[in-house]
């Protein structure tokens, strides 16, 4: 009964802390201090996002560079993704979708629970303690997707590149927040490149 | 105290502010004193309220209020003097004086809380000892009188002074009580049994005006008081005697001299007699002057013998048979002369009396007394010697006729002086209430003006008020309209922001336009250098700078579809002029989505051709992609090759 009490108090004084906190932040944090926190969260997550892609952004196909670049259409069609530019000649493909696509809501948190804590460090020197209330919320947010084929010797390249944007226009001069968590990069290469996989196996049923 | 016993008093437990009622002490004819308990200091306290049961009467809401609209200015009068009352006792701390906490109004009518005297009350004491030794009576004489004078010399009477006013406290100390001046507060128009205690009231008290009332009149009560100590009863009242006066040739009271004759020592009864003395400016006129007569003091002496003679003479009617009446007398003649008698009867009626004057004016003089005393022992002992004298009946009636009319004179003359007396009260009664009515409307007055006064400054705040609203709803109508006002001029600024790119924009195609007609132009002055001769047929323009210049103008006019479907086909082929274009409406949004990257991949294809535009804009954008995203589109244009 005791620890329920205390859990109920506990919950009621967490709340109470975050509506002030909440009010404290939006009253306290200027716009230098939210500057100084995109531009780190930015440079950090930049960091990790080209190891990854270094890693994992490019693939090479033994196929032709016209059977790459559709399959890499129709798995980002797949993903739920919206052409927004393409070239075939060039070899070059631009789609975007409202995120979290391509992951869904439970990936999205998956990603987000998992580079939460890192990204509150992050910021904390610009910020102070209101890097606690810090969250990663897929709402006013796109991604888009960059997809590029290139022949080479050995087959067909498919590399792929992603960024956030925001819906609204941001603030003139203001830095974007254009790197998505790097777990959420992770996840989405996985399925994309799945998707290409299934793709190919689809179409020319190879192994 | 059972409810039935005082109908109108509050009931047990009612609360007033922090007092609670108890019970009833008492009640009179001008108000109920109540035992209560003050609960903020847990202590007894006696509450005097007003209530003159003539005029007004308690209502079921425990409020009190006059008996008719008629009355309403009397009883208002009535409490003002109470209260005023109340005030001015509170002013004074004796010891033998009750003492006065505090008056309040309240249910209509005032209250007076004074300290409660526990003890026995004198007339209770009187009641079961009937009679008091010197020394006891003397014991309760003499601290009143000194609270009295405290009174007296305040320019305060008490007018009620009686044994059920003085208190006996448990140590023996006496307190007076009930200074009532409510009763003078009630006027003229007020019922006179209820104004005065008979026996103990002076003939003075009778009169509604307080203008022969004075010390005296106090000290009237005290005497009679110690005439009721000595004697068992009060002596009687003020009105018999002055019947008894008037109406017949002796004065029916008993004297305290006779009454009291071997209990008590000459002076005290001879100073109680001089208080009673029915004429006021016979009576001692200070309490100091009659505490000396008391104590026996040498000051007092002129005042004791007249008392004497006056006190023998009456005592010799006492204990002699009374004087024969004319139709009685005519068998069996009268023991007494008829002198004495007649002295008696001329030093008692009237305070300008000569007898009377001449009785306390001429006692300072030891050899007047002398001559006076051997003069009335000569007298005595002639009549004591002398042969009785049997008068003619007739002439004996012709007498007492002839004192019969004396007296008639005399009555009529004093009811002249009452009838003059009462005139002047009246006149003063009228002058008193003429002021009364003026201070009332100038009351009625100011309290209206205070009352629009207090409306004036409600309509002021109110005013005020209803400001400060608007100014604050005019503050943030205000602070809305700058904040569109800023809302707009960013809009604005960023309009133009976007204008003045468009526009460069537009002014570097014209630019390149305009450089692209120059080479047209010197390409042609070069192909008609080389021109054939005449009758040679002109070479045609290559169709891909035909269709290069189609592209150009058609976005140039902003058919950027048009532009679209022709220079894609030259860019593809390697045409950097026409890779430029494109880069440029994919940089711009021209047509086409706005893409960096696209822009970047064509930039640099025309890069690698030697356009140093184009190379400078590749750089440009650059900055706005992802360092990823340039690696990626470097390697597309790495591996590129013209279809």
New interface residues.
């Given amino acids: 009964m005791a620890a329920r009490i205390f859990r109920v108090l506990s919950s009621r004084r967490l709340a109470a802390g975050c509506l002030v906190a909440a009010l404290l932040m939006s009253g306290c944090v200027t716009v230098e201090d939210k500057r100084c926190a995109v531009e780190a969260i930015n440079k950090e997550f930049r960091r990790d996002y080209e190891a990854i892609l270094a890693k994992d952004g490019t693939r090479v196909f033994p196929v032709s560079r016209a059977e790459a670049y559709d399959a890499v259409r129709i798995s980002m069609a797949r993903l739920r993704m919206t052409v927004e530019a393409q070239d075939p000649v060039l070899g070059y493909v631009n789609v975007f979708a409202p995120a979290p696509l391509p992951l869904d809501e439970k990936e999205w948190k998956q990603a987000a629970e998992a580079d939460l804590s890192r990204a509150r460090e992050i910021i904390g020197p610009c910020v102070g303690l209101f890097a606690h209330f810090f969250n990663f919320e897929p709402q006013g947010l796109e991604i888009t997707i960059s997809g590029t084929v290139v022949e080479l010797p050995s087959g067909t390249a498919i590399s792929f590149t992603a960024r956030m944007r925001e819906i609204a226009p941001p603030r003139t001069g203001f830095p974007r927040r254009e790197y998505l968590p790097p777990t959420a990069v992770r996840m989405a290469l996985v399925k994309m490149w799945a998707e290409i996989d299934r793709e190919f196996k689809a179409t020319y049923r190879r192994p | 105290m059972s409810e039935q016993a005082y109908p109108d008093a509050l009931q047990p437990q009612y609360r007033m502010h922090w007092y609670t009622i108890e019970r009833v002490l008492g009640q009179g004819g001008f108000g109920i004193t109540y035992l209560a308990r003050d609960t903020n200091l847990d202590q007894l306290v006696a509450i005097k309220e007003y209530l003159p049961v003539e005029v007004a009467s308690r209502r079921a809401d425990a409020t009190v209020r006059s008996r008719s609209e008629g009355q309403r200015e009397r009883y208002r009068w009535g409490l003002d003097r109470f209260i005023q009352e109340a005030r001015t006792l509170a002013r004074f701390d004796h010891p033998n004086i009750v003492r006065v906490h505090s008056v309040f109004e309240h249910n209509g009518t005032a209250y007076m809380v004074m300290r409660f005297e526990e003890g026995d009350n004198l007339a209770a004491l009187l009641e079961r000892r009937s009679t008091l030794p010197e020394r006891d009576l003397l014991r309760i004489l003499l601290p009143i009188l000194d609270g009295l004078e405290l009174m007296h010399n305040a320019g305060f009477i008490h007018r009620d002074i009686k044994p059920d006013n003085i208190h006996i406290r448990a140590d023996g100390s006496p307190v007076l009580l009930d200074f009532g001046s409510a009763r003078h507060a009630l006027g003229k128009a007020h019922t006179l049994t209820i104004l005065v205690a008979p026996g103990y009231a002076p003939f003075e008290q009778y009169h509604s005006s307080s203008e022969n009332q004075g010390p005296w009149s106090d000290i009237y009560g005290l005497g009679a008081t110690c005439y009721r100590a000595i004697a068992g009863m009060p002596p009687m009242d003020a009105i018999s005697r002055s019947k008894g006066i008037l109406g017949s040739t002796r004065e029916v009271l008993v004297p305290a001299r006779n009454v009291g004759s071997g209990r008590y020592s000459a002076q005290l009864l001879a100073a109680i007699d001089h208080a009673l003395e029915f004429v006021e400016k016979n009576r001692p006129q200070t309490v100091a002057e009659w505490r000396r007569e008391i104590l026996g003091e040498t000051s007092a002496a002129g005042a004791a013998p007249a008392v004497a003679d006056r006190s023998a003479a009456a005592a010799s009617q006492q204990v002699t048979p009374p004087a024969p009446s004319p139709a009685a007398g005519q068998s069996a003649p009268s023991a007494v002369p008829p002198q004495p008698a007649i002295a008696a009867h001329q030093a008692l009626p009237r305070a300008d009396a000569p007898v009377a004057r001449r009785g306390w004016s001429g006692a300072r003089t030891p050899v007047a007394w002398s001559i006076a005393g051997a003069a009335a022992a000569a007298i005595a002992i002639a009549v004591f010697l002398w042969p009785p004298i049997d008068r003619d009946p007739e002439e004996k009636i012709r007498q007492i006729q002839k004192e019969l009319e004396r007296t008639k004179e005399l009555l009529k003359e004093r009811d002249t002086d009452a009838k003059t007396r009462e005139k002047l009260l009246a006149l003063l009664a009228e002058q008193e209430e003429a002021k009364r009515r003026q201070e009332d409307e100038a009351r009625k007055r100011r309290e209206e003006q205070e009352k629009q006064a207090q409306a004036k400054l409600r309509q002021e705040e109110e005013a005020r008020k209803r400001r400060e609203e608007q100014d604050k709803l005019a503050e943030a109508k205000r602070r809305q309209q700058e904040e569109a006002r800023k809302r707009l001029e960013e809009k604005q600024r960023?309009a133009e922001a976007r204008l003045r790119k468009e526009e460069e924009a537009r002014k570097r195609l014209e630019e390149q336009q305009r450089l692209a007609e120059a080479a047209r132009q010197a390409e042609e002055q070069r192909l008609a250098l080389t021109q054939p001769p005449a009758g040679v047929r002109a070479p045609k323009r290559p169709p891909e700078a035909e269709k290069l210049a189609q592209g150009e103008a058609a976005l140039a006019r902003r058919e950027y579809e048009k532009a679209y479907e022709i220079l894609t086909p030259l860019a593809?082929g390697g045409n950097s002029r026409a890779q430029v274009r494109l880069a440029e409406m994919?940089a711009g949004g021209m047509g086409?989505?706005k893409?960096n990257?696209?822009a970047y991949?064509w930039y640099s294809l025309a890069a690698q051709g030697g356009s140093t535009t184009a190379r400078t804009e590749r750089d440009r954008i650059a900055r706005l992609l992802?360092?990823?995203?340039v690696q990626?589109?470097d390697?597309?244009v790495q591996?590129?090759r013209p279809?």
């Fill in positions: 960023l593809h994919y086409v989505s893409n990257n696209q991949i992802q360092p990823a995203e990626q589109a390697t597309v591996n590129w279809r």
